[in-house]
């Protein structure tokens, strides 16, 4: 596609459930990035990967948040045992560029998880 | 450690108005310096950027910022509003050294514009 693409748009589920967001890149983006985006925060920075490389992930807030890009295109972030503050709407962004560079990042839409 | 401040989180303007969002950042090294928009159910989008170079930078749909070091401020100016620039904005500084693919973000600033 054109753009990031980001699956589920809203996800809704129960605290300890296990949840898997994906993201599509553009195509040929070697750089992608997980952010989290409170309600009424600007986003926080998760993770980071140059291809299949996850050369950042020191802003996943637990062991429980976990990514993966295993072949260096379609990227997944996966919370397990869902707790309410997790509820946040998950965005995805990738770029052109690698880590050295300074291109723009084009954002997903973003996926919006409540957790009840 | 970096971070960015937003001054008001809800700025409104009439139609034809003067357009200014202001943003503050504190960072240890020189850094890069970004504006993204976020309109209604979509994705953030880029609307400038400061890297190096000139500080006066021009951006998409006639926003422009100015990046000042001694103020350590990079505010969002447009001369005149549109209803279609009604969105969030938001502000975000990333380490202009070894790390500038993370980007810190200030909380936004939601820009309403009256007819």
């Known amino acids: 596609g054109a753009g990031v693409s980001q699956s589920p748009r809203y996800k809704v589920a129960k605290r300890g459930q296990d949840v898997a967001l994906r993201c599509d890149p553009i195509s040929g983006h070697v750089s992608l990035f997980w952010y989290q985006q409170a309600l009424g925060q600007g986003p926080e920075f998760l993770t980071y990967f140059q291809n299949e490389a996850q050369l950042d992930k020191s802003g996943l807030p637990s062991d429980r948040f976990f990514a993966e890009r295993p072949e260096g295109s379609v990227s997944t972030l996966k919370i397990q045992r869902t707790q309410q503050e997790d509820s946040a709407v998950y965005l995805c962004a990738s770029s052109l560029a690698g880590a050295s560079g300074t291109g723009e990042l084009f954002f997903g839409e973003g996926s919006r998880l409540t957790v009840l | 450690a970096q971070s960015v401040t937003q001054l008001g989180s809800h700025v409104s303007v009439s139609e034809g108005a003067l ?17 993204y928009v976020q309109y209604p159910n979509q994705g953030l989008q880029l609307l400038l950027k400061y890297t ?19 103020e350590t401020s990079f505010h969002l100016t447009k001369p005149s509003a549109h209803m279609s620039d009604a969105a969030e904005y938001f502000c975000a500084v990333s380490d202009g050294g070894g790390s500038n693919y993370k980007l810190t973000f200030g909380k936004g600033t939601l820009l309403t514009v009256n007819p």
Do not use: H, M, Q
């Open chain 2, 19 to 35: 357009v200014l969002l202001r943003c503050n950042y504190s960072s240890s090294v020189p850094p890069y310096l970004f504006w």
């Open chain 2, 52 to 70: 190096t170079g000139a500080t006066l930078v021009k951006g998409i749909n006639g926003f422009e910022a100015e990046f000042k070091k001694s």
